[in-house]
């Protein structure tokens, strides 16, 4: 079992930049591939970016690419999310997720992963 814990919300004006941490507890984290999530009022909950256990493969959901960029460090058990550019329609509460195993591939359904934090919140001002 692994805990998931968010941080670094908050509201920016369009254009800016937050980073969001994900910091996670309990079982070898290393051990797991972890996705940000997004879930904007009145919408359903949607992929933003994952990474693989070990880094080495990340995938981005076409509306953030070239603007997130996500990372994560082994040794500190967190994983980040870099959110440049940001605009209003980024304005979401933002969830991680880890998922079990060691894979080489990304998986952006949500009902893939079976450990989630609680959702910083990101509002993002025009």
């Known amino acids: 079992q692994v805990q998931l814990v968010e941080s670094g919300g908050g509201l920016v004006q369009a254009g800016g930049s937050l980073r969001l941490s994900c910091a996670a507890s309990g079982r070898t984290f290393s051990n797991y591939a972890v996705g940000w999530f997004r879930q904007a009022p009145g919408k359903e909950r949607e992929f933003v970016s994952a990474i693989t256990w070990n880094g080495g493969n990340r995938y981005y959901e076409e509306s953030v690419k070239d603007r997130f960029t996500i990372s994560r460090d082994n040794s500190e058990n967190t994983v980040y999310l870099q959110m440049n550019s940001l605009k209003p329609e980024d304005t979401a509460v933002y969830y991680c997720?880890?998922?079990?195993?060691?894979?080489?591939?990304?998986?952006?359904?949500?009902?893939?992963?079976?450990?989630w934090g609680q959702g910083t919140q990101v509002t993002v001002s025009s």
């Open positions: 997720a880890a998922r079990a195993g060691i894979y080489s591939y990304i998986v952006s359904r949500s009902t893939s992963y079976g450990y």
